[in-house]
Every structure is written in structure tokens, then in C-alpha cells.
């Protein structure tokens, strides 16, 4: 059995922002510390960017766009490096794995088997995009000859969530490379460590200076002077929608750049009483809203059930959500590690709280004494218009309602300002297609929760935000569509 803490003990921390090729202090001095949550030590003391600094990245990357040192080089070129980047991805696995363990709290039974590899697979995938992506010929008349083709937009910024450190990252900058666009990147400020060791790998990888560089700090300091940026052409983010709107501000105040979001969700698991395996149904239940400790953006935070079946499901949620083993995040053995801080730790226990006054507890949830960023899990029946039934908690609580006809459980299901991401479960192939149809959410998963690959589109509807990570689909968020049209008459 790998000894991760030994790995862990081994693990060299890199504090400086990355910008044209190097790593930097921040221009004022200042920093932030990094802190383990599971914990509560220091790891590291953090360049906490600031306008200059991003200033300084934006004009590295403009002057790499500008010169074509990347955009401009031969598509198999461009394809090679990136191939070279999965590779180093995979090499540094472990060191990757325990980065994001540490920095987050997420377990290291995940960021080993599926945020470390994952990411390198998706690398892989866009750079084997680059050499099979075609331009068009529009229909014309005689003598005239209409060419459509595909444009980097310019110098890219990729504002990236704590629950997924590097594969998020990974999400927003391999297709805007394989684009051939140039990017800052700022990760949360709770977790930059893996983004940081990532940038060194890309210059290993033969990236040129300057497109890729990584802008640690505060979202309101960092995060505000790249969204304000009259010199970024796009910005991709993903996180909570009220910070996603301030990007859409940012936007209209500066250079009316593209803004890509993808943000929140309350996403619904529909469960009818023909779904026969409710031992099945309870495993992705369990599996859809406590999976990083329900830091997910698409987590399966509400379930709503036919009330036949309420009783026995709710029974078997419980019955597995209370063997849930919280603790050490570098032990396998833990199926639950701390939120990404106490902070956070606190807003979801204020909402478990709540969920006392406004529901009935089928498992109580709560602290862990001693150790302010762990939740236990919790689950209420709560009615339609509760706050947890509503709000975004990010956290391991879930929000139970019964319905008891098709139509009703659609309308509560539909009753939200986001829209995500859904489950349903039934044995009927009629009604499973005939209600996957009616919800509004941008993935629907069928007998299962959370369906993803890299083949497919991620992204919502309404205050989920809009334009889609993942598939061929992402390109169109980093290209522009060129027409030359030449008359040869």
C-alpha cells in the first residue's frame, strides 16, 4: 500500500506566482497562507497577486500571443507538447495527488485515481484535438470562394474553484491551448499549490514563456483585476453564481470581453417508486451529495421521492450515509475528509442548524469536536420552500421532499434558479425518456448520478451560467469563427 504520508513528508511547496516562464514574488511583498484543513497547519506562505502582477502576466501573455510563439507554431508542434504535459502529468501523479490532498482536504483515494489521472486524460484529449479540428467552405456562387476558420481569441483567464484545484484547471486551459490562445490562471486562493507545480511541468513540456502563467490571490483583488482587464479577451470561470455575475460587471465596465460561466447548483435526484434496486438508487443517493464531502457544483443536494417509497429509501440513505468515515484525507480507509476550511466548515453547519428548525432530521450531521473544518452528514425532510431546499450549501447536507405524481415531482425539480445538473431513477424506459425531456438542466443522468466524460458537455441552465466545459463543444468558447472570402472571378 502506498505510504502517502510518507510522499507528503517529501513534497516541496511552491509559493510564487508563475508568470513568463518563472516563478515571482508577488510585487508588493504580500502573501497568504495556504493552510491544510484537516489540520489547520500552515503549508505555505502564498504571492497574494495583486493589479500589477496581474498586469505583468496579461502582458506576458499578450506579447506570447502576439509573437505567435504558441498560436502561431504547426498544429502537430502545439499537439506534441501538450501530449508531453499529460505524460509529465502522469509521471507526477503522486506528487500532484498529495498536493491537492493536502490543500483541500480532498481524499486521496480520489485525487490519486480520478482528479490526477482524469486531468491528464482530458489534456490528452484536446491535444488530440489540435490536428483533427477543420475549417469550413461556405455554399457560393461561382467565382467566389468562402473560408470559415477557427481563432484564438488572445490571452485567456481561467478563474478556478478549491474543489477541484487542478482538474478544473485543467478543464478551462487545455482546450483554450489547443486553441492556441495564452492564459492566466488564478486559482482559489485555498488551494493553488497543484496549479503552481502544474505551470513548472508546462514549461518542462516545452510550452514557451508566457502562455501559460498562474496568478495566486484573493478573487476580490486578483480575481477583480483580470475580470476588469481591458487587455483580456475571455474570461472562463467556474464558481458560485454571485461571484459569477460580478464577472459579467466586470465585463461591461472594461472591454466587453467574453465571460463563461459555469457556477452554482441545486441539482434534483427524482426517484420513482418503479426504480426496484433501491439499494442501487441509495448508493447514488450517497454517492451524489456526501462525494467530497458535497463540494460539488453539480452534487445531488435535493431528493425527491415518490412517497411510496420514502420510508425504505430514506432508511437505507441513512443507514449508509451514518458508515461514512470522516477523518485523515492521506489515509485510504476515510470516506469523508474535512470541507476546504473552517470558514466553510461553519456556513454549512449554520444551514445544518436551520435544518432543525425548518425540517425533520433523518440524520442529525454536525461538528466534529476538535476539528472546525469536519461535517458530519445530514439529512432533513424539508418542504418545498425551505432555505435548504433552495440555497446552495456545498456541503454533505441533503434536502428530502415527497411528491407523489409525475407531474409534481417535474414541477418541484424545475423549481429552482439553477439548473444544472438531475438523476432519475426508474425501471420504465418510457418514463425515464419522457422526464429526463421535461427537466431543465444540462445534464440529466438516468439510473446514475452526476454522468460525466470528457466526450460530453458540462454546463446549466439559468443562474448555473451558461457555455459548456468538456467536449469539442469547449472550443467554442476559445475560438472565434473567421470568414475570408475571396472573389477569383
Not at 440529466?444 to 451560467?465: C, E, I, K, R, Y
Request: hydrophobic share 45%; proline share 6%.
Amino acid at each position: 500500500m502506498t505510504d502517502w504520508h510518507a510522499i507528503a513528508g517529501t513534497v516541496e511547496f511552491r509559493s510564487d506566482a508563475f508568470i513568463d516562464g518563472k516563478p515571482v514574488p508577488a510585487a508588493d511583498g504580500r502573501r497568504l497562507p495556504t493552510v491544510d484543513p484537516a489540520t489547520g497547519a500552515v503549508l505555505a506562505e502564498i504571492a497574494a497577486c495583486g493589479d500589477e502582477d496581474v498586469d505583468r502576466a496579461v502582458a506576458s501573455a499578450r506579447r506570447a500571443f502576439e509573437d505567435h510563439r504558441w498560436a502561431g507554431t504547426a498544429p502537430g508542434r502545439r499537439k506534441s507538447v501538450l501530449l508531453r504535459l499529460a505524460e509529465l502529468i502522469r509521471a507526477n501523479a503522486a506528487e500532484l495527488a498529495v498536493l491537492d490532498s493536502l490543500d483541500a482536504g480532498k481524499l486521496i483515494g480520489d485525487t490519486s485515481t480520478i482528479d490526477v489521472p482524469g486531468s491528464a486524460a482530458i489534456l490528452q484529449w484536446y491535444a488530440e484535438t489540435i490536428d483533427k479540428t477543420y475549417g469550413e467552405i461556405a455554399p457560393t456562387a461561382r467565382g467566389d470562394l468562402a473560408l470559415v476558420s477557427r481563432e484564438p481569441l488572445g490571452v485567456v483567464a481561467a478563474v478556478v474553484p478549491w474543489n477541484y484545484p487542478l482538474e478544473m484547471a485543467i478543464w478551462k486551459i487545455a482546450p483554450a491551448l489547443a486553441a492556441g490562445n495564452s492564459v492566466v490562471l488564478k486559482p482559489a486562493e485555498e488551494s493553488p499549490l497543484s496549479v503552481l507545480r502544474l505551470a513548472e511541468l508546462a514549461v518542462e513540456a516545452g510550452l514557451p514563456d508566457g502562455v501559460l502563467n498562474v496568478v495566486p490571490g484573493e478573487g476580490p483583488i486578483a480575481g477583480r483585476a483580470l475580470g476588469r482587464h481591458p487587455d483580456v479577451d475571455a474570461v472562463t470561470f467556474t464558481g458560485s453564481t454571485p461571484v459569477g455575475k460580478l464577472f459579467l460587471q466586470y465585463a461591461g465596465q472594461s472591454n466587453m470581453k467574453q465571460v463563461w460561466l459555469e457556477c452554482g447548483g441545486k441539482s434534483a435526484n427524482v426517484v420513482f417508486a418503479d426504480a426496484a434496486d433501491l439499494d442501487a438508487v441509495a448508493d447514488g443517493v450517497c454517492f451524489g451529495i456526501f462525494t467530497n464531502a458535497g463540494q460539488v457544483c453539480s452534487a445531488n443536494s435535493r431528493l425527491l421521492v415518490e412517497r411510496a417509497v420514502l420510508p425504505d429509501l430514506l432508511a437505507l440513505v441513512a443507514e449508509k450515509a451514518g458508515r461514512i468515515r470522516l477523518g485523515d484525507p492521506l489515509d485510504p480507509r476515510t470516506t469523508m475528509g474535512p470541507l476546504v476550511s473552517a470558514a466553510q466548515a461553519a456556513r454549512v453547519l449554520s444551514y445544518i442548524e436551520l435544518g432543525h428548525v425548518e425540517g425533520r432530521a433523518i440524520l442529525a450531521g454536525g461538528p466534529v469536536e476538535g476539528r472546525p473544518a469536519f461535517v458530519r452528514p445530514a439529512i432533513f425532510e424539508v418542504g418545498p420552500d425551505s432555505r435548504l431546499s433552495r440555497e446552495e450549501i456545498f456541503g454533505p447536507v441533503l434536502a428530502v421532499q415527497a411528491f407523489d405524481t409525475e407531474d409534481e415531482a417535474v414541477a418541484l425539480a424545475n423549481d429552482s434558479i439553477y439548473g444544472l445538473a438531475a438523476s432519475v431513477w426508474s425501471d420504465s424506459l418510457r418514463r425515464a425518456h419522457r422526464v429526463a425531456g421535461r427537466l431543465r438542466a444540462g445534464t440529466v443522468s438516468v439510473n446514475t448520478v452526476d454522468a460525466l466524460d470528457v466526450t460530453v458537455p458540462f454546463g446549466g441552465f439559468g443562474q448555473s451560467g451558461f457555455g459548456r466545459d468538456l467536449s469539442a463543444h469547449a472550443l467554442d468558447k476559445f475560438t472565434a469563427l473567421k470568414t475570408t472570402w475571396v472573389n477569383y472571378r
